[in-house]
């Protein structure tokens, strides 16, 4: 199981970006689709996850209203479109896929930077 994320970049705050997740080989499904970010030096954490649908998202404090994740689950596709950009949101991000309700996130590939300027 590996997922590929794409779409980060470098813009200055206040932009949009729209990452993007999919498989890199051989398409699965899933229970739970995540995105996660981590800075140089510093654990992972959870920026939002979704479900089969949308009411089920959830999202880390310091991007609610900010950031909406989609997905679809049966392709295991994920994407985390990110308005109002700030400088503390600079990191790697990374997708994630949870098979079923009691397993654990796994999938992660190398990840996108995303680089915000003030």
């Known amino acids: 199981v590996q997922l590929q994320a794409s779409g980060g970049g470098s813009v200055q705050a206040g932009d949009s970006l729209r990452l993007s997740c999919a498989p890199s080989?051989?398409?699965?499904?899933?229970?739970?689709m995540a995105w996660f970010r981590q800075d140089p030096g510093k654990e992972r954490t959870l920026v939002a996850a979704?479900?089969?649908?949308?009411?089920?998202?959830e999202y880390a404090d310091s991007v609610k209203g900010r950031f909406t994740i989609t997905g679809d689950g049966a392709k295991s596709t994920a994407y985390l479109q990110m308005n109002s950009l700030k400088p503390e949101d600079t990191a790697v991000y990374f997708c994630?896929?949870?098979?079923?309700?009691?397993?654990?996130?796994?999938?992660w590939g190398q990840g996108t930077q995303v680089t915000v300027s003030s």
């Open positions: 080989g051989r398409t699965f499904s899933s229970y739970r």
């Open positions: 994630a896929t949870k098979r079923d309700p009691f397993g654990t996130y796994e999938g």
């Open positions: 979704v479900g089969r649908t949308t009411r089920s998202a």
